[in-house]
């Protein structure tokens, strides 16, 4: 497995509330990627980053926002959780080059948050 | 916006038996296609990418072809185990990954 953790693994928060979660590599990757898996959805992209301190939005970035200030440290913020944002998140990390990469993207093992 | 559709939603075949996985995606304007493995609770494991220009990828028993005119890839499984049983998942990469919802697959001994 590609050297990727995520914490915390599960947690439950309430509505309101302000949460953090960790994606950390040791492969030296230079993109990173949040997702979110949903029954009936698949894996949707939060956001991604492209190198230190360069991120861009995915498909449903509304609620959510992210820094990168070391390359080995992706963090996902929801500013104040809401129940409909009760999902497991992914992180994920590729190499390549340019602002977007189309590598093969190697997955963390998730976290699955419920917001009650 | 890509759509990516895989069916059947689920599958169960006896031990043995060689399968076909489906996956439609809207839009052909893509880089590439990749298929991924992923067993309950755990994350993503990548099976096989096919760049836009390749018409299929084999590693070990399986095989992925690709069809981009027709918006189409299949995932051939040979000789199905039951360490095959996971869901597995189709995305392809326009800009950026979409993924479809995958299929179930139990393999009975």
């Known amino acids: 497995d590609a050297g990727i953790t995520q914490s915390p693994r599960h947690k439950v928060t309430e509505t309101g509330t302000p949460v953090t979660l960790r994606c950390h590599q040791t492969e030296n990757h230079r993109y990173m990627y949040w997702y979110r898996q949903d029954p009936g959805h698949g894996l949707r992209l939060i956001h991604y980053?492209?190198?230190?301190?360069?991120?861009d939005k995915g498909e449903v970035s509304d609620g959510y926002s992210v820094s990168r200030s070391k390359t080995e440290d992706f963090l996902l913020t929801l500013e104040s959780a809401t129940s409909s944002q009760t999902s497991v998140y992914f992180c994920a990390i590729s190499e390549g080059s340019g602002k977007l990469s189309t590598d093969t993207q190697y997955f963390g093992p998730g976290t699955r948050l419920t917001v009650l | 916006k890509q759509e990516v559709t895989q069916i059947p939603a689920a599958l169960s075949v006896p031990e043995g038996e060689n399968l076909v996985l489906n996956c439609s995606f809207t839009?052909?304007?893509?880089?590439?296609l990749q298929w991924f493995r992923q067993d309950p609770g755990k994350g993503l494991t990548s099976l096989l990418l096919?760049?836009?220009?390749?018409r299929e990828q084999t590693s070990g028993r399986l095989n992925a072809s690709l069809d981009k005119s027709s918006g189409r890839s299949t995932l051939y499984i040979a000789a199905s185990q039951p360490g095959d049983s996971a869901t597995y998942l189709c995305a392809v990469f326009g800009n950026q990954f979409y993924f479809g919802t995958g299929t179930s697959l139990t393999v009975i001994p």
């Open positions: 839009d052909s304007a893509i880089y590439n």
């Open positions: 096919i760049q836009s220009s390749q």
């Open positions: 980053s492209y190198g230190v301190k360069d991120t």
